[in-house]
């Protein structure tokens, strides 16, 4: 039988364990004071998640916020808990459907004819291994809206990016590219569809999406860069089976806690890559907490960018009508 002294030092030993686990998991910090006085700020998807985080840090710095999300009742709520939450009142909502290629040409379009500049745009937005569906012009729904959405946005807003650069496009992406592969016959994995493998693949565009911006806009000040944010406990995974039992959701609570990131912490690399002084003029790289990191192989492979490239400008009819 332990003794007390003994069952203690093993409760002070497990406790430090799990504390250093803890802090190891939570990432960096993005430690920069800069200020976005007088700069405006896109972010998708900023209305949960990552996406509201980052909005609330550079709110707090002075920028306006552009809140790009489909649903209006839930980003004009977002739009107000940011500003009470920043004490900024230059954050609005904007309506954008990353599945409607519309939906993004009348976000562009509206923002282009009524806003004086863009400084900072924030490709955060995402859907993750959510059952087989398509977007509303028919292309499975996480290639279309993690790649294809964001590519057609990020196209339409270049004349603007370059117009005010110095400035930075961040697509915020996912250590799952790793396990990505881009099959050049079948993007839209209708064959053999996998939730996992596509949204593997999804990733692996982003990178290869910030890859081929970066080359093509050598020259211009604007710069591009991808990340991985770590493992963050938000929404984006509804479609898991275990989000969606109660039960099971609350037994796996603690794992959550000691193996994920919060939203907050999840934004710190976000935040970086958008305005930290260390890496103006830095582009093509990827990061990971706070720091330059290495992509996959293929997120490194020049012909699958241009390729890529080629085949989005044709899915998205940019090739034909700019």
Same mark, same amino acid.
Request: hydrophobic share 40%.
């Given at each position: 039988?332990?003794?007390?002294?003994?069952?203690?030092?093993?409760?002070?030993?497990?406790?430090?364990?799990?504390?250093?686990?803890?802090?190891?998991?939570?990432?960096?910090?993005?430690?920069?004071?800069?200020?976005?006085? @007088?700069?405006?700020?896109?972010?998708?998807?900023?209305?949960?998640?990552?996406?509201?985080?980052?909005?609330?840090?550079?709110?707090?710095?002075?920028?306006? !916020? !552009?809140?790009?999300?489909?649903?209006?009742?839930?980003?004009?709520?977002? &739009?107000?808990?940011?500003?009470?939450?920043?004490?900024?009142?230059?954050?609005?909502?904007?309506?954008?459907?990353?599945?409607?290629?519309?939906?993004?040409?009348?976000? &562009?379009?509206? $923002?282009?004819? @009524?806003?004086?500049?863009?400084? !900072?745009?924030?490709?955060?937005?995402?859907?993750?291994?959510?059952?087989?569906?398509?977007?509303?012009? #028919?292309?499975?729904?996480?290639?279309?809206? @993690?790649?294809?959405?964001?590519?057609?946005?990020?196209?339409?807003?270049?004349?603007?990016?370059?117009?005010?650069?110095?400035?930075?496009?961040?697509?915020?992406?996912?250590?799952?590219? $790793?396990?990505?592969?881009?099959?050049?016959?079948?993007?839209?994995?209708?064959?053999?569809?996998?939730?996992?493998?596509?949204? $593997?693949?999804?990733?692996?565009a982003n990178v290869?999406?910030?890859?081929?911006?970066?080359?093509?806009?050598?020259?211009? #000040?604007?710069?591009?860069?991808?990340?991985?944010?770590?493992?963050?406990?938000?929404?984006?995974?509804?479609?898991?089976?275990?989000?969606? @039992?109660?039960?099971?959701?609350?037994?796996?609570?603690?794992?959550?806690?000691?193996f994920m990131k919060?939203?907050?912490?999840?934004?710190?690399?976000?935040?970086?890559?958008? !305005?930290?002084?260390?890496?103006?003029?830095?582009?093509?790289?990827?990061?990971?907490?706070?720091?330059?990191?290495?992509?996959?192989?293929?997120?490194?492979?020049?012909?699958?960018?241009?390729?890529?490239?080629?085949?989005?400008?044709e899915m998205t #009819?940019?090739?034909?009508?700019?």
């Amino acid at each position: 039988m332990p003794s007390t002294p003994e069952i203690a030092a093993v409760v002070g030993i497990t406790a430090i364990s799990f504390g250093l686990l803890r802090y190891f998991v939570q990432g960096g910090i993005c430690r920069s004071k800069a200020r976005l006085d @007088n700069k405006t700020v896109i972010i998708t998807g900023a209305n949960t998640g990552i996406g509201k985080e980052t909005a609330i840090d550079l709110a707090k710095r002075g920028a306006r !916020i !552009i809140v790009a999300c489909r649903n209006e009742s839930k980003g004009t709520t977002a &739009a107000k808990e940011i500003i009470q939450l920043s004490g900024n009142t230059q954050v609005v909502f904007r309506k954008l459907d990353l599945a409607s290629f519309q939906s993004i040409r009348h976000f &562009a379009n509206h $923002f282009n004819e @009524n806003e004086d500049r863009l400084d !900072i745009l924030i490709n955060n937005a995402g859907v993750l291994w959510c059952p087989y569906m398509e977007t509303e012009d #028919g292309f499975e729904m996480q290639f279309g809206t @993690n790649h294809l959405g964001h590519f057609l946005l990020t196209n339409l807003l270049l004349d603007k990016l370059k117009a005010c650069a110095p400035t930075r496009i961040v697509v915020v992406s996912s250590q799952a590219h $790793f396990h990505g592969k881009m099959n050049f016959d079948d993007l839209n994995g209708k064959k053999n569809y996998n939730s996992y493998t596509a949204y $593997f693949h999804s990733k692996l565009a982003n990178v290869l999406f910030a890859h081929e911006l970066a080359r093509r806009l050598q020259g211009t #000040g604007v710069t591009a860069n991808s990340l991985h944010p770590g493992a963050v406990k938000t929404d984006i995974a509804r479609h898991l089976s275990i989000y969606q @039992n109660s039960f099971l959701n609350i037994l796996v609570q603690p794992l959550y806690w000691l193996f994920m990131k919060t939203a907050k912490q999840g934004a710190q690399t976000s935040i970086y890559c958008a !305005i930290d002084e260390s890496i103006d003029g830095v582009t093509g790289k990827y990061f990971a907490d706070c720091r330059e990191a290495k992509c996959a192989p293929q997120g490194r492979d020049d012909g699958a960018a241009k390729k890529l490239w080629e085949l989005s400008e044709e899915m998205t #009819g940019l090739c034909k009508n700019h």
